[in-house]
């Protein structure tokens, strides 16, 4: 789940992963934040099991858009990166925030450009946000 082969991804996924969990670790506490570590994972896993390049059932309508922001295989022959880790924790903060009409659009364009390998982390902040908001 950690790697990257552009630039452009490392960009927009450290930060987000190290900002936003500082935040909310300060918002949420220790508790919440592992448990929502926990989700994200498992959830991420889950979904990148059951939609892995092998299966030839992540369909991605926008992967060839001209900027590359992600770190998967343009061929899906392999999934690389923090993408739904950065994803997951980029959501709950605006679910946090109770910005639906935000998040869901960006969920969709995610869900668009990435596949549905990529509803792992979307998902645990829908899910976390129910639980723990």
């Given at each position: 789940?950690?790697?990257?082969?552009?630039?452009?991804?490392?960009?927009?996924?450290?930060?987000?992963?190290?900002?936003?969990?500082?935040?909310?670790?300060?918002?949420?506490?220790?508790?919440?934040?592992?448990?929502?570590?926990?989700?994200?994972?498992?959830?991420?896993?889950?979904?990148?099991?059951?939609?892995?390049?092998?299966?030839?059932?992540?369909?991605r309508p926008l992967k060839h858009?001209?900027?590359?922001?992600?770190?998967?295989?343009?061929?899906?022959?392999?999934?690389?990166?923090?993408?739904?880790?950065?994803?997951?924790?980029?959501?709950?903060?605006?679910?946090?925030?109770?910005?639906?009409?935000?998040?869901?659009?960006?969920?969709?364009?995610?869900?668009?450009?990435?596949?549905?390998?990529?509803?792992?982390?979307?998902?645990?902040?829908?899910?976390?946000?129910?639980?723990?908001?």
């Amino acid at each position: 789940m950690m790697g990257s082969e552009h630039l452009s991804n490392i960009i927009w996924t450290a930060p987000s992963l190290i900002g936003l969990n500082y935040y909310l670790h300060q918002r949420l506490g220790p508790l919440v934040m592992t448990k929502f570590f926990a989700l994200s994972v498992a959830s991420t896993i889950i979904f990148w099991s059951g939609f892995s390049p092998e299966s030839g059932l992540n369909y991605r309508p926008l992967k060839h858009i001209p900027m590359k922001f992600d770190s998967w295989a343009d061929d899906g022959s392999y999934y690389m990166g923090a993408d739904q880790m950065a994803q997951s924790i980029i959501y709950f903060t605006l679910l946090y925030h109770r910005m639906w009409t935000v998040a869901l659009p960006f969920m969709a364009l995610d869900l668009l450009y990435y596949g549905p390998a990529t509803l792992g982390g979307p998902g645990a902040a829908v899910v976390s946000a129910f639980m723990f908001l």
